[in-house]
């Protein structure tokens, strides 16, 4: 397995959750890493992603100033801290990882990443 998914959970709403992606050595040193997240019926939506240089980090409008992603060099490990969680938060989350650097506008793109996780669930209760 060469990224792992997990922390996720049933939270009520205004809760915090914090997901981890465990990584091999070589995908850990993937230019870009990043968190998805897919609800039932729905397509798979970019949710945040850090970059390898300087841990860059972008995210999307619905979560900014609530999510933080941070990458643990020593563990190999990315993290999502997930705070004031709402019932739309509620979704699979997938961490994926993409080897080579990437534009902005495209580094939102599922399509461009090269490896993916198993997913993990969060329910989020209202």
């Known amino acids: 397995v060469q990224l792992q998914a997990s922390g996720g959970g049933l939270v009520q709403a205004g809760g915090s959750l914090r997901l981890s992606c465990a990584a091999s050595?070589?995908?850990?040193?993937?230019?870009?890493m990043g968190w998805f997240r897919q609800a039932p019926g729905k397509e798979r939506e970019f949710v945040g992603a850090?970059?390898?240089?300087?841990?860059?980090?972008h995210y999307a409008d619905s979560v900014k100033g609530r999510f933080t992603i941070s990458r643990d060099n020593a563990e190999n490990t990315m993290n999502l801290q997930m705070n004031s969680l709402q019932p739309e938060d509620t979704a699979v989350y997938y961490c994926?990882?993409?080897?080579?650097?990437?534009?902005?506008?495209?580094?939102?793109?599922?399509?461009?990443?090269?490896?993916w996780g198993q997913g993990t669930q969060v329910t989020v209760s209202s």
């Open positions: 994926a990882a993409r080897t080579a650097n990437i534009v902005l506008s495209a580094l939102r793109v599922a399509a461009q990443y090269d490896y």
């Open positions: 850090i970059r390898r240089s300087y841990g860059t980090t």
């Open positions: 050595g070589r995908i850990f040193r993937s230019h870009v």
